[in-house]
């Protein structure tokens, strides 16, 4: 299921891309960088909203060689994270160059595990391992050095959740383990306006 709504994501950012130029952010914090769609703002009673929709990505490896006068060889393993999230800004009131937001967004974070001695099941129970699904909410800071770019910073709450479950039915074993974790992280956004209207 969470592949699915990765893929509709994934399509929602090339269709936003394709369609029409888009206003874009730029943000690097943390273990993770992204690239922001933000699509046309909105009037919500007295404040303006602005959904996102975001693609986060980083990876990991590792490779062993060894020899010996008997043998050798190679091991390898990898693992890549994509990181969709959609979201909404909750525009603030603008102070001269300066405009203040809040943000909440929701994100999956999609493993993919790759390994010379993998086999398909270890694959699958890696990425079972390592699927997360979480929220943010924080805000934002943008200074506009002009009607088309600005500088901004955000500070925002990450709550992670990911449970995962082992049957046996060898024995009637089961066991099912909840792991939430929490952090605030700060990201430092370029941020592109192309279209008029922020």
Sequence with gaps: MF?????????????????????????????ISHVQILLAERLQGERSIVPTLSLGYFAASTKRSWSSDYDSG?????VH????????????PRTGDLR????VEAFYLLPIVNGSDLEADDKSEARDALDLIGLTAGIGVEYFVSDQFSIGSEAAFNLVYHTTEYTSEWDNYMSNTRT???????????????????
Excluded: C, H, W
């Design 180 to 198: 939430i974790l929490s952090a605030v992280l700060t990201n430092v956004t370029l941020n592109y306006y192309f279209r008029q209207g922020k």
């Design 100 to 103: 203040s937001y809040t943000l």
């Design 81 to 92: 994270f994509f990181m969709p999230k959609v979201g909404v800004r909750l525009i603030g």
């Design 3 to 31: 592949y699915r709504i990765t893929l509709l994501l994934l399509a929602g950012l090339v269709s936003g891309l394709l369609a029409d130029t888009p206003n874009l952010s730029f943000k690097r914090g943390g273990p």
């Design 74 to 78: 190679e091991r390898d393993f990898s």
